[in-house]
């Protein structure tokens, strides 16, 4: 069911002879290979530190139309050393395939070990963090500085791909600001050693998260390689977004992170777009509270009641708006300290039905920092 704001757009700006989605771009609907592995579809879920857990992803999964996932970003260092917290962030099982595990770090000894690690552990594809913005990240070299050093990341790459045994990506921005995009000419090095995908976030360093993805930028690194897939990533929220990234720039895939949040049945859609040509009926209100359920449980099984219940509060309001619960159980939910509370209030809910009408989509707002990005 479509939102009456979404129906009113709908009425005024269609005419009738106008399709309500966009034609299906041919490469849409060919099989994809990244370094040999076949991903089910080019749609792939972007990482979101703090949000693309292991529980988030086979909640995704589960529905379908998903071709790649990727792991939050995991420090190298701390894989080597065993660090709870990085190991946590890696783990996976055998459902939550084909997956991406992400590692960043300027050490290439220690990038090669987390590289070797994760493959023996679950990793379908190994993928370098080099767009990372965060101070924590780019002060020791990591992230998108790498970017400004074309020698030293090609190094680093390098050393991966001879490590890990599995194909092997990397993630980055078109550059560390308009003066300097580095992005294209780095691809084009990275292929040359055997990369298997550039994942391309249409955004500078300086930009973070603000101002528009930049579709040339993006063209532009597409343009500079050979035969490599570029994946591209960055604002695509819609099935008309998908589109035309895919016809404006060229690329072989899409990386969609907020999008997804917004609208974990996104997939779905897609999937159904690319067979069909329209994205099928919008989840019901029961495939709604099944998801969250699943999310919820997942986080309950892998990580205990405490974690389970803080992280479902940093998303509960999302929730609130996807299933239209009503708001005396949204209040209830806002301190949830047990599973059989949250058992209680699914239970309750999934029997008085939705207290107003469902949302197409829910919006979600993820918080990026902001200010001034020397702070960040
Ligand atoms: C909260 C948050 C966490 C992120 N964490 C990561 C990360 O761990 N690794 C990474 O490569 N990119 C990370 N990103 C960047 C996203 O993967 C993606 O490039 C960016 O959000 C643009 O795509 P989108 O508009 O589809 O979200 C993060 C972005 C956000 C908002």
Redesign the pocket.
């Known amino acids: 069911m479509k939102s009456d704001a979404e129906s009113k757009t709908r009425s005024r700006s269609l005419s009738p002879a106008e399709p309500l989605y966009p034609p299906v771009p041919p490469i849409a609907r060919e099989p994809l290979r990244i370094g040999g592995i076949e991903v089910p579809s080019r749609f792939f879920l972007?990482?979101?530190?703090?949000?693309t857990s292991l529980a988030f992803r086979l909640a995704v999964r589960s529905l379908g139309g998903l071709g790649l996932a990727t792991t939050?970003?995991v420090n190298a260092r701390s894989l080597i050393e065993k660090r709870r917290r990085a190991l946590e962030l890696a783990e996976t099982s055998d459902a939550d395939k084909p997956l991406s595990i992400?590692i960043y770090g300027q050490v290439a000894a220690e990038m090669e070990q987390a590289a070797r690690y994760v493959a023996a552990n679950g990793a379908t594809i190994v993928d370098i963090?080099m767009?990372?913005p965060v101070r924590k990240v780019v002060r020791i070299g990591g992230g998108s500085a790498l970017m400004n050093e074309a020698d030293r990341a090609t190094e680093l790459v390098s050393a991966v791909v001879r490590a890990a045994g599995v194909p092997v990506t990397v993630?980055m921005r078109l550059g560390w600001d308009e003066e300097s995009l580095t992005a294209p000419a780095l691809a084009r090095a990275f292929e040359q050693i055997g990369v298997a995908a550039v994942i391309i976030?249409g955004r500078t360093r300086a930009q973070g998260?603000s101002g528009k993805v930049n579709r040339d930028g993006i063209k532009a690194v597409v343009d500079a390689v050979d035969a490599m897939p570029i994946v591209a990533?960055?604002?695509?929220r819609s099935i008309a977004d998908a589109a035309s990234m895919m016809e404006y720039t060229g690329c072989s895939a899409v990386?969609?992170?907020?999008?997804a949040l917004a609208n974990p049945f996104f997939f779905r859609q897609l999937d159904h777009w690319t067979r069909t040509g329209e994205p099928g009926p919008d989840p019901t209100f029961d495939e709604r509270l099944d998801f969250m359920s699943i999310h919820f449980h997942g986080l309950l099984e892998r990580r205990g009641e405490h974690f389970a219940c803080l992280q479902f509060r940093k998303i509960l309001k999302w929730y609130y708006h996807f299933t239209r619960m009503p708001k005396r159980v949204y209040l209830e939910l806002i301190n949830l300290r047990s599973s059989a509370v949250f058992d209680q209030a699914v239970a309750q809910v999934r029997a008085e039905g939705p207290s107003s009408p469902l949302p197409g989509h829910f919006e979600a707002h993820?918080?990026?920092p902001s200010g001034p990005i020397e702070a960040w």
């Not at 972007?46 to 949000?51: E, H, I």
């Not at 990533?233 to 695509?236: A, L, Y």
């Open positions: 972007a990482p979101l530190a703090g949000y939050d970003l992400q963090n767009g990372c993630k976030h998260f990533n960055g604002d695509v990386s969609i992170g907020r999008g993820v918080p990026v």
